[in-house]
């Protein structure tokens, strides 16, 4: 179940399209920190309404920046022409918009480690690079697929090593938990 704020913290959301998509939640809870019912909203009818006409006619733009995989990490092989040519974007948002969109991320997809604002660093940071790399970062995942099914582990390492670099770039707080993932993916 995913919070408003978690949702609107997603690529493509505003609160236009959200009103228009969603409406009313799939849940109300009562916190008594709270004065008011929180509303929570069901990760699949979240990803239905992305993959609509509606949702692609009215996201919001966002920036970008690009990255390219570096030649010195290509080796001769039948994926290089496609590997130097792969564009690898990772979104700019705030940071505080990627804590709360991780935070939502993080929480839908898992059933333990629950995170909030105020959990360990290490683990809020985690679970901001997991966020980044998954729904931020966008690149050819097929192609990653398909060197990975053909045992270009060359291949694929360059892609997450570069994955991790463009992270690291768009976002320095992210920058430790960066140089760590490529090892804990291999």
């Known amino acids: 179940m995913l919070l408003k704020s978690s949702i609107l913290a997603r690529p493509g959301w505003s609160p236009l399209n959200f009103d228009l998509l969603l409406g009313e939640p799939d849940e109300r809870r009562h916190v ?3 004065p008011s019912a929180m509303r929570l909203y069901t990760l699949e009818r979240v990803l239905a309404a992305e993959a ?12 970008v920046t690009r990255f390219h995989i ?7 092989n ?3 022409a496609e590997l130097l040519e792969m564009p690898i974007d990772v979104i ?7 804590r709360e969109g991780a935070i939502g991320h993080h929480n839908a997809t898992r059933s333990a480690d629950f995170v909030t604002r105020r959990s360990d660093n290490g683990l809020l940071n ?11 970062t966008r690149y050819d995942r097929g192609f990653e697929a ?6 270009a582990s060359v291949v694929v390492r360059a ?3 570069t994955v991790c670099h463009a992270i690291a770039s768009t976002y320095p707080a992210l920058s430790g938990e960066c140089f760590v993932q490529p090892d804990r993916s291999a």
């Open 78 to 80: 039948d994926f290089a």
């Open 70 to 76: 570096p030649r010195h990490l290509v080796s001769d």
């Open 32 to 34: 008594s920190a709270a």
């Open 52 to 63: 609509s006409l509606q949702f692609q006619e009215l996201k919001q733009k966002v920036k």
């Open 92 to 98: 700019i948002f705030t940071v505080g918009r990627v």
């Open 126 to 136: 985690r679970a901001m690079f997991e966020y980044a790399r998954d729904i931020l």
């Open 146 to 151: 398909r060197a990975s099914a053909a045992g």
């Open 159 to 161: 892609i997450r090593n």
